[in-house]
């Protein structure tokens, strides 16, 4: 089993920062894509950044030159990163990772999701 916990979520107001984390644990053998989605009230679920294992990364047209998308590979650990934050970013962010996990002598690769975090941005 596999968990992933994020941190980081809050109140800010407009043009202010918030740094996003995701802790993996668990049955973890190593972790491929790690990424962050968010969903605003009434809107579906949206990509806004992703990162691979070699550090190749990939942003939502709307969050690119102020979100930054990086990992710790050795705490299995990707943050985000939030500058220039707007009203229209609000929304519960959710981690997400494609986890090889260890299943007694083999390994499967698995997709998980974190809880979410609320990040809230209003004067």
């Known amino acids: 089993q596999v968990q992933l916990v994020e941190s980081g979520g809050g109140l800010v107001q407009p043009g202010g920062s918030l740094r996003l984390s995701c802790a993996a644990s668990?049955?973890?053998?190593?972790?491929?894509?790690m990424g962050w989605y968010r969903q605003a009230p009434g809107k579906e679920r949206e990509l806004v950044a992703a990162?691979?294992?070699?550090?190749?990364?990939n942003y939502a047209d709307s969050v690119k030159g102020r979100f930054t998308i990086s990992r710790d590979n050795a705490k299995n650990t990707v943050y985000l990163q939030m500058n220039s934050l707007k009203p229209e970013d609000t929304a519960v962010y959710y981690c997400?990772?494609?986890?090889?996990?260890?299943?007694?002598?083999?390994?499967?690769?698995?997709?998980?999701w974190g809880q979410g975090t609320q990040v809230t941005v209003s004067s």
């Open positions: 668990g049955s973890i053998s190593s972790i491929n894509r």
């Open positions: 997400n990772a494609d986890v090889w996990t260890i299943q007694g002598p083999t390994r499967m690769l698995l997709n998980y």
């Open positions: 990162i691979t294992s070699g550090g190749s990364t």
